[in-house]
């Protein structure tokens, strides 16, 4: 019965997920069960993206139905329990740059991958990144930008990470549009990832956990 | 002798031709697409760049004569509208300098689901009517009040209807045609100069790469519409009224570019792909909902006797088979991420290839590496011609040494003996 709801959300049928879902809410099922199960889903969707045999619409569509899940579910939670998740990573888009397509799209693939990740948002100043790595301690950050002025301003926050005593505590990690191993250079930053599976097997990689 | 300017235009003109038909030209044309570079080049503030006009036109013919490049990037495809326009109007759908956006001289879009889900029904029995009365309005502030007024098709019953015109004397309606009015007289001196600066660069002996533009329907639906996200949830949950959709665009895009182009003189065509690549969407989706309708606007063009000029913005090297799919040596490929040696395998004796210069080389990289990969490129893309030396995307930051390099070293390395 569990396989029914994981490759329903998997395959992205989205009818067929939410009657399960309805169904098994009114037989009394455990929400957390259910929980647990559209994490699987979107562990499926995730390898799925990676091994580009999925793309960016299923994604978005998968978190679509992933979030009218949780909000049938919702009400039957007695208390939120909060999973300890160990590994933090920071992204953000820097400042003067508002897209945030690909941002998300790496921050759902480090979540479902286990990460805490903590997501600033678009047009983000340095200083808001030096904040963030120091209230949380978190050791990876993710500089996202699709426009060529990003570049500096990548650079710019780097810099101001050096300059705030922070650079050897961190590792970072450079995505978008217009970026490749040249602009990594430029910037100062660890490494490139070309796409959002990359920023996980980087992020993994520096965490110390074992790749598959 | 020296080349008087007009012997320079019809010079230029012919060897962009001869690339686009597939031939060797004398030369390997070199033509760098000019974004904001033009301003960043010329020193212009990010605000200038938005609201001087003469100081826009000023830093355009500076770049064109300091580099003389074999073709122009239109300036009007760079600043479509300038900031004053932006102001009167109140327009929501972009970020400029000085509105939401500091230390940029370019703008940004505002991702937006400005057309909902449940009107495409409207949208599709009366686009006029939808535009007019329930998307402007949300696009530009000042424009609000003309989401009050009647049906415009009510008005299809003339005598019977002439009480409805009682809708136009509200005072918040007539306020906002009044901003109409006053946006349309900005507009008007926004094109008396670049009028004239198109025709200060043709004099100069420059062409412009092109005049008219064209988007493929999928990016209008999804870029001015229904937002990315929208437009890909649309793609599972309501594909018909997306393909309906799709269908209705398709000949209103390509009847204004052909119009547009025809009055220029001008015959290429601009069509940038924003949402068709690789990564956006399966090569399902890309055979359902986009190549069809670009399909048909390449071809639309190209049998009104004008050449499409296809900026094929990030990656598309699963598609170049289906892409083959054109009249040959009638339109452009301008690629930037795609593998280029790839696409001149599978597409070098259809369309004539652009690009391959890395924007992030042309910024962080030295002259030599400049002219070690155009090299590289006039070696094998432009092997038996067919092809035009630019960047991958439209040019904002680079250093101006490395363009210098792009093209003196295409002068004289990308000879055709």
Redesign the interface.
């Known amino acids: 019965m569990a396989e029914d709801l994981v490759s329903a959300i998997a395959e992205?049928e989205?009818e067929e997920a939410l009657r399960l879902v309805e169904a098994r809410l009114a037989a009394g099922y455990d929400p957390f069960k259910i929980l647990e199960e559209s994490r699987r889903a979107m562990e499926i969707v995730g390898r799925r993206f990676a091994g580009k045999e999925?793309?960016?619409?299923?994604l978005?569509?998968a978190g679509?139905i992933l979030s009218e899940i949780s909000v049938m579910v919702k009400p039957h939670l007695g208390q939120n329990i909060e999973v300890e998740r160990s590994d933090k990573v920071i992204i953000g888009t820097v400042?003067?740059?508002?897209?945030?397509?690909g941002k998300n799209i790496v921050t759902f693939m480090l979540d479902i991958n286990g990460f805490e990740v903590y997501d600033l948002g678009i047009d983000i100043p340095p200083e808001t990144f030096i904040e963030k790595i120091r209230d949380t301690g978190a050791e990876i950050v993710g500089l996202s930008g699709f426009?060529?002025?990003a570049?500096?301003s990548m650079k710019n926050t780097i810099d101001a990470i050096r300059e705030a005593g922070l650079r050897d505590r961190v590792k970072l990690m450079i995505g978008g549009?217009?970026?490749?191993d040249?602009?990594r250079?430029?910037t100062g930053a660890d490494a490139y990832g070309r796409?959002a599976a990359e920023a996980v097997s980087l992020a993994k990689g520096w965490a110390g956990i074992k790749l598959p | 002798m020296t080349k008087t300017p007009d012997e320079l235009f019809e010079e230029r003109t012919k060897r962009f031709a001869d690339a686009i038909a597939l031939k060797e030209p004398d030369r390997v044309p070199v033509a760098p697409t000019f974004g904001f570079f033009y301003a960043k080049y010329a020193g212009l503030s990010p605000e200038e760049t938005f609201y001087a006009y003469d100081k826009w036109s000023l830093a355009v013919k500076k770049t064109v004569m300091d580099f003389e490049p074999d073709m122009v990037n239109n300036p009007r495809s760079v600043i479509v509208a300038p900031g004053p326009l932006l102001d009167i109007v109140d327009f929501r759908q972009i970020k400029w300098p000085g509105h939401g956006i500091t230390g940029s001289h370019s703008f940004q879009y505002v991702e937006g689901e400005y057309m909902k889900a449940e009107e495409y029904d409207a949208f599709l029995d009366d686009p006029s009517d939808y535009i007019i009365r329930t998307y402007l309005p949300r696009i530009y502030g000042e424009l609000k009040p003309l989401e009050k007024l009647p049906p415009l098709s009510s008005m299809m019953t003339g005598y019977l209807a002439t009480h409805l015109t009682s809708a136009l004397a509200r005072a918040d309606i007539m306020n906002a045609l009044e901003t109409v009015a006053r946006a349309g007289t900005e507009s008007l001196k926004w094109r008396a100069q670049m009028d004239s600066l198109h025709e200060d660069i043709r004099a100069m002996g420059f062409p412009f790469s092109s005049y008219s533009a064209a988007s493929v329907p999928f990016d209008v639906i999804g870029d001015y519409l229904r937002g990315t996200r929208g437009v890909m949830l649309d793609m599972y949950r309501r594909p018909e009224k997306l393909l309906r959709a799709i269908e209705k665009v398709l000949p209103m895009q390509l009847k204004a570019a052909v119009l547009i182009a025809k009055r220029s003189g001008n015959p290429r065509v601009f069509i940038p792909l924003h949402k068709g690549a690789d990564s956006f969407m399966s090569l399902e989706q890309f055979k359902t909902f986009f190549w069809p309708a670009l399909k048909k606007l390449i071809v639309g063009l190209i049998d009104e006797g004008l050449t499409p000029w296809v900026l094929v913005e990030s990656d598309y090297t699963s598609r170049l088979e289906i892409m083959r799919d054109i009249p040959a040596g009638k339109a452009i490929y301008h690629f930037e991420q795609t593998d280029m040696f790839k696409a001149k395998d599978i597409l070098g004796d259809v369309v004539c290839i652009r690009g391959g210069v890395p924007n992030s080389l042309l910024y962080t990289g030295t002259p030599e590496d400049v002219k070690d990969h155009c090299k590289k490129l006039i070696n094998i893309i432009g092997k038996g011609g067919g092809y035009i030396m630019d960047s991958g995307a439209l040019i904002d930051e680079a250093q101006p040494e490395n363009i210098k390099a792009m093209i003196d070293f295409t002068r004289e390395y990308g000879v055709y003996s």
């Open positions: 992205l989205e999925y793309f960016i619409p299923d978005i569509y679509e400042a003067g740059d508002v897209h945030d397509i426009l060529t002025l570049y500096d549009g217009q970026m490749d040249g602009v250079k430029y796409d």
